[in-house]
């Protein structure tokens, strides 16, 4: 029955990815990773007044509420932050799957939902994100979406073995620096981590093909299409492309 609703019907609900577009200046996309911890919001303060966009992922949406937009594909997490999010001045876009838009509520005013699809393309149709399996898959598309050529990822760990602390049968229950915004905290098998670390592999030929710098500021990621750098040199990048 699912299938066939899916295949019929696609609620009116959803959005698309327009202006305005960040091909002007470089991109700066924060998730949540615990390498973040610590990490001082005015250094992208001062980037983003002078032409760098942020881009927030989850929980990091909340952290700096001045972003340039802000990107999430966890339904249980939107369901958590509904209200939140309608109260925040920022675009946020939300992915959202066909059986999942079948029984949500239209988006606030400040909200644009997109369509979810499983897989771990990349899309080039503004109306669609792939999941990849996690938001920080969906939000690297977002920003090429938005025509960004230069990106700078904050806080893509993916890597357990970051936060120093592990519970039993290896599952990582500290692998974020913002726990406070989750009303739970949930534990990821460490398998999990390392096969979505793996899924931005896709995204290297794509983004050679195209033009697109990546450079992931968590030197200890799992994820290992990009080069990986310092908090420092990643800043002192963004200083580099905004000068």
């Known amino acids: 029955m699912l299938q066939v609703l899916q295949e019929t019907f696609v609620p009116d609900i959803y959005g698309e990815v327009a202006a305005p577009w960040w091909d002007d200046g470089p991109v700066a ?6 390498s973040l911890r610590g990490f001082d919001w005015d250094q992208l303060g001062d980037l983003q007044a002078k032409g760098c966009h942020i881009l927030t992922v989850k929980g990091s949406i909340f952290d700096i509420p001045w972003a340039d937009a802000g990107f999430g594909l966890d339904m249980p997490r939107f369901e958590e932050w509904r209200l939140r999010l309608a109260e925040l001045p920022t675009r946020v876009y939300w992915a959202v799957p066909v059986e999942h838009a079948v029984v ?15 897989g771990e393309a990349i899309s080039t149709d503004p109306t669609m994100i792939f999941s990849g399996g996690t938001s920080g898959f969906g939000a690297l598309q977002l920003a090429i979406l938005k025509h960004a050529k230069r990106i700078v990822l904050f806080g893509f760990d993916y890597n357990p073995n970051v936060t120093g602390i592990h519970a039993h049968n290896k599952r990582n229950m500290s692998f974020r620096h913002n726990d406070s915004h989750y009303s739970k905290r949930r534990a990821q098998n460490v398998v999990n981590w390392r096969n979505w670390a793996g899924s931005f592999n896709a995204f290297r030929p794509f983004c050679e093909r195209r033009g697109i710098e990546v450079i992931n500021a968590s030197e200890h990621s799992a994820i290992t299409a990009f080069p990986r750098v310092s908090h420092d040199a990643a800043i002192n990048k963004l200083r580099e492309w905004t000068s």
């Not at 996309?29 to 615990?34: C, E, H, L, R, T």
């Not at 909200?111 to 499983?118: Q, T, Y």
């Open 29 to 34: 996309i924060v998730a949540g990773g615990p």
């Open 104 to 118: 949500t509520s239209r988006p606030s005013d400040n909200m644009v939902f997109l369509k979810r699809i499983a």
